[in-house]
């Protein structure tokens, strides 16, 4: 006897204009307004991470950033979509909330609920113009393409009001994969009725090949997880151990990259050894896995704590004067 199930069909789905919104359009950085917004952040590791970003653009290698919805968020879209151009990220990745957010702020310019309002109410995610992100992933299947593509196209082709500052729609526009990685149940859009979970999990399966792709292409590369505490370590984990068994079958390697991890846990000051079982360290994925493990031979790793409201654009300033010193060298070398 099968269990039973909840019947979505059941659920009321009010408009957008109804929601109040925590975040609006004026959180958005500007490449004009990243020297502001990082208040003079400086931290070591950025003048290494900024020249590790150029070289593997310039060798061709991946530069593959990991991003929590926090970090679009807190404004740094336009930022990235700038370094895409530039071909200085080469791969984006982001958790299902972060295609949300983003999607929002395209379509309406406007983003975020109040958990604690809305679900006292029963109405937390259950708005409609939102639930309208699932029309991609069966498009997504029809066309044999990945989820983030798929959505990113739905704002580029539809012509969404704010699709200039949209990421997704930016990696469709420039053919950068800005990758979707979804975990079943955890994002406002799966309570919709027209949600399509089979559809979701094999476009954002898509997806993750894609992203594993990227991954093989990582030795002389860097990756970075901007404030994903789980699913972008587990995922880049996987990830490399597929890339790395290739490569190993070709008598290759994939271990003379850098990694980097952004967030705003206190890991102390040794980020390059694993901290004990009996420390609550030990189970801050980010520190382990990609800041010891999978760099242990040949690679190097960075820990850059602060809010990414400030990290972010901090790491792009230094991002693009490292390529303009870089283009500069180049000129000179060119002359003599």
Avoid at 19 to 34: K, N, Y
Avoid at 66 to 79: D, E, I, T
Avoid at 209 to 229: K, M, Q, W
Avoid at 250 to 260: D, L, N, V
Wanted: include cysteine; charged fraction near 25%.
């Amino acid at each position: 006897m099968p269990f039973e199930t909840f019947d979505r069909n059941q659920l009321h789905l009010r408009p957008l204009a109804e929601r109040v919104h925590d975040i609006q359009r004026d959180v958005l950085i500007s490449s004009e307004a990243a020297e502001h917004a990082a208040e003079g952040f400086e931290h070591p590791a950025l003048p290494v991470l900024a020249e590790r970003i150029v070289e593997a653009r310039d060798r061709g290698a991946s530069v593959i950033f990991f991003c929590g919805a926090h970090v679009l968020r807190q404004g740094n879209g336009p930022l990235l979509i700038d370094l895409m151009q530039r071909g200085l990220l080469t791969h984006l990745a982001l958790n299902g909330a972060g295609a949300i957010h983003d999607f929002e702020l395209a379509m309406i310019g406007q983003t975020c609920e109040s958990v604690a309002r809305y679900v006292s109410e029963g109405q937390f995610g259950l708005w409609h113009e939102t639930g309208r992100i699932n029309e991609a992933a069966p498009q997504a299947v029809r066309d044999q393409m990945g989820l983030g593509e798929a959505i990113g196209r739905m704002i580029e082709e539809e012509r969404f009001p704010y699709r200039e500052t949209s990421v997704l729609a930016a990696g469709y526009r420039l053919q950068v994969p800005v990758t979707v990685h979804v975990a079943i149940g955890q994002d406002i859009i799966h309570e919709h009725p027209n949600f399509d979970a089979a559809a979701t999990g094999a476009a954002s399966y898509t997806d993750f090949l894609i992203f594993t792709r990227s991954v093989s292409r990582l030795e002389g590369g860097a990756f970075l997880n901007i404030g994903t505490a789980v699913m972008g370590p587990e995922i880049y984990l996987k990830a490399l151990a597929m890339a790395r068994n290739v490569a190993h079958q070709r008598g290759e390697s994939i271990r003379r990259f850098t990694t980097a991890v952004f967030d705003l846990v206190d890991l102390g000051e040794d980020t390059a050894h694993e901290a004990p079982k009996h420390d609550p360290r030990y189970y801050f994925r980010p520190f382990k896995t990609i800041l010891v493990r999978t760099v242990a031979d040949g690679g190097e790793s960075y820990y850059v704590q602060g809010e990414h409201r400030m990290t972010v654009p901090a790491l792009y300033r230094r991002t693009l004067a490292a390529a303009a010193q870089n283009g500069h060298n180049k000129k000179a070398t060119q002359e003599r």
